[in-house]
Structure formats: C-alpha cells, structure tokens
C-alpha cells in the first residue's frame, strides 16, 4: 500500500510539474512548446515563448505572425534534431527539422533551421533577433 501511494504522489507532482509551464524548463521544450504553438495557429502562445524587450512588442509580433499566416505561411510539424547548451549554461541552440509551406498554394518542403534561445529568470525563450 506505501509504494502504490508513493507512485501516486510521484505522478501527481510530475503532472503538476508539466501542466505549469515544464515546457520551458529546457531549451529543446521551450522550441517544441514555440513551433506547436505555430503548428496550432495560436500566436499568442507562440510569442510567450520569445524573449521580448518590450512588452509592446506582443501585440506587434502577433500581428506579423498573423499576416504570415493570412498569406498562407504554415508550420506544417516539426521535429527537434539536437539541443547545444553552452558552457555560460544561459545560452543554447537547438536544431530543428520542419515542414513548412510558404504561401498559399505552394508545395510542402522540409527544412532544417537553428534556434537560438536563452534562460530569462529561470526559463528557455527564443531569440528572434
């Protein structure tokens, strides 16, 4: 009985873990987190995953992304390949596979590109720029 009530205590916590934001306690599950975000359409969630300088900036990156999206820009999936943490521990890059359409009416093609992202107070966010 004392195991089968600590299994359950450990599975507890680790979903609680998960449901507040473990998505972004590593380089690669803040870019995973980023590019589901796209893939779903939800902009607004995608952007939560970029280190901004000015909380401005939001409604502008979100409106861009939408732009993207209205002239047929889609992130079909994707699939992260490898994940670099250097040796500051503050800074990573993390490669990733996806497939892609660029606008409307064109074909599906698949790429691999490089994202950098950084530890702000604890977490993973991407840099755009």
Partial sequence: MKKLISFL????????MVGCGGSTATPSG??????????????EKAVSYIKVSDE?????????LEGMS???YVVKSHK???ETIA??????????EEVIIEEAGAEA???????KV?????????LLF
């Fill in 109 to 115: 093609t698949t790429q691999t590109s490089t994202t």
């Fill in 56 to 64: 401005g900036d939001i409604p502008v990156l979100v409106g861009k």
């Fill in 80 to 82: 992260i390949l490898s």
């Fill in 30 to 43: 803040t870019v995973d987190a980023y590019y589901t975000a796209l893939e779903k359409g939800d902009f």
């Fill in 118 to 126: 950084t530890k702000v107070d604890g977490k993973w966010l991407v």
């Fill in 87 to 96: 040796e500051d521990g503050e800074n990573a890059t993390v490669e990733v």
């Fill in 9 to 16: 205590s450990i599975a507890v916590i680790a979903i609680a």
């Fill in 70 to 72: 209205q002239k047929g």
